[in-house]
């Protein structure tokens, strides 16, 4: 009996999984599911993939050979059953080893004055520099009021900027297609969960006016100092 769902797996060239497409036999469909923990080239192409997955809903094909085909075109094996959609969806929520890796490969340890320049900009933060002030909300003359929007000390955004120089904040860790990153039990990131929060937060910054606020307030932006230094003494002994 065929399963109402099935999936082939597609891979970039050096075997990085960059998404899954998958059929609905009772519903008739056939989706393209990108992981959300593929890299730069990954991305790139999963978009690729997305629209073989289009062409192939376009030319008509019935699912099990549009599937069938698509499944030799990627190389990675005969369609897998599962039960339902969510399988898939765990598996494109999912986040490897693999792709820890990447990320941590991301680091640039070479660079003494730039995680020297993160060190000392972080250990110089008072308490006066961490309270973030936020401007706006006011009413101006024609009644619109402006949006709110954080203050941040200079010393306090030295150190997201060091964050840069570091390589922890990359293109490889699409922020904007994962959650946000939050501070475990027991308030210790994986350093490649720092990367991620770097990324997060010195380029989310600019879209979610606050981040670096709430990460001060939540523990984030310590731990994910903390987790980088820590990463890097260990590389270097």
Known sequence: MQHPIQYITAETPDGEVIGYVWADYTAGTLKWAQRA????????LGQEWAAKVEEARERGLPLAGALTELARAAGTGPPVDVSGAEAVEELARAVTEADDRRLLAQLDHGNAEA???????????????????????????????????????????RVVTALWGIGAVTPEYRWSASPPPVVPPGGRLHPADAVRAATYLAVGERVNEGSVDEALRSGLFDAMVGALLDRHVAHAS
């Open 37 to 44: 923990a593929s890299g730069a080239d990954g991305y790139r």
């Open 115 to 157: 995680w020297q320049e993160l060190a000392v900009a972080y250990a110089a933060l008072t308490d006066d520099d961490r309270d973030v002030r936020w401007g706006g909300g006011e009413r101006n003359a024609n009644g619109a009021i402006q949006v709110p929007y954080p203050i941040y000390s200079r010393p306090l955004w």
